[in-house]
């Protein structure tokens, strides 16, 4: 399993441009989340999804949108960047579980995108 | 979510145990206490939860006070591969939980 994957790794963008981040796994989880990183912080939810064809705000959800049209997938969308939104973008999943299982709302993480917003 | 207060940064000696404080005295009853890490540039890993008990597994303890209002991540012998920010999260785990800043372990050789 190649667990939760992002694509790109690396992207540098001018203001105003848009683009679109992808998230996919392969666990079958139910849960997916985007996260936002900046320097000497910890990660601040931007949205997240509890299942296929729904999505929720976060924390930080201004000047993002966010679609889960497939199971496997959970794109962030950015559709004016910002110099603001330059930030190391984190995207993570988890399965339905029991409250009660050892595994309850374990989060598995990709390996992060680095945007840059010129 | 309740929120929780971590120091900022700890310095533990290589091969002792290393005791991660976290207060979180507005915990609701139903809220789960989690602790996560993140080693510099990847994603954050989980270590372990609990609600009420002690909790132990490969990585870890997790100590948490009877009146649920503060709680100790253990790492039993610490190297240096466990220098990393130490995130302590509480939340209801039926969906999202919120990180803060967490405390930044340095593992001393």
């Known amino acids: 399993n190649a667990g939760v994957t992002q694509t790109p790794k690396f992207r540098v963008l001018k203001t105003g441009q848009s683009m679109t981040l992808l998230c996919a796994q392969d666990?079958?989880?139910?849960?997916m989340y985007w996260y936002r990183q900046d320097p000497g912080m910890g990660l601040r939810l931007i949205h997240y999804?509890?299942?296929?064809?729904?999505?929720a705000k976060g924390e930080v959800p201004d000047g993002y949108n966010v679609s889960r049209l497939k199971k496997q997938n959970f794109l962030l969308g950015l559709e004016s960047a910002a110099p603001s939104q330059t930030s190391v973008y984190f995207c993570?999943?988890?399965?339905?579980?029991?409250?009660?299982?050892?595994?309850?709302?374990?989060?598995?993480f990709g390996p992060g995108t680095r945007l840059t917003v010129l | 979510d309740a929120k929780t207060t971590q120091p900022t940064s700890m310095d533990c000696a290589e091969g002792r145990a290393a005791n991660l404080p976290c207060n979180h005295s507005?915990?609701?009853?139903?809220?789960?206490v989690y602790w996560y890490r993140q080693i510099h540039s990847q994603g954050p890993q989980y270590i372990i939860h609990?609600?009420?008990n002690n909790e132990t597994n490969e990585m870890a303890s997790l100590i948490i006070t009877e009146d649920r209002k503060s709680s100790t991540l253990i790492l039993p012998h610490a190297t240096l591969r466990d220098t990393a920010v130490y995130y302590c999260?509480?939340?209801?785990?039926?969906?999202?939980?919120?990180f803060g800043k967490g405390t930044r372990l340095h593992i001393l050789p």
């Open positions: 507005t915990i609701s009853g139903n809220e789960y």
């Open positions: 993570a999943s988890s399965p339905w579980v029991e409250p009660s299982a050892s595994s309850y709302n374990e989060q598995f």
């Open positions: 999804s509890v299942g296929e064809g729904t999505t």
């Open positions: 609990g609600l009420k």
């Open positions: 666990m079958n989880h139910e849960y």
């Open positions: 999260i509480v939340s209801l785990g039926d969906d999202k939980i919120i």
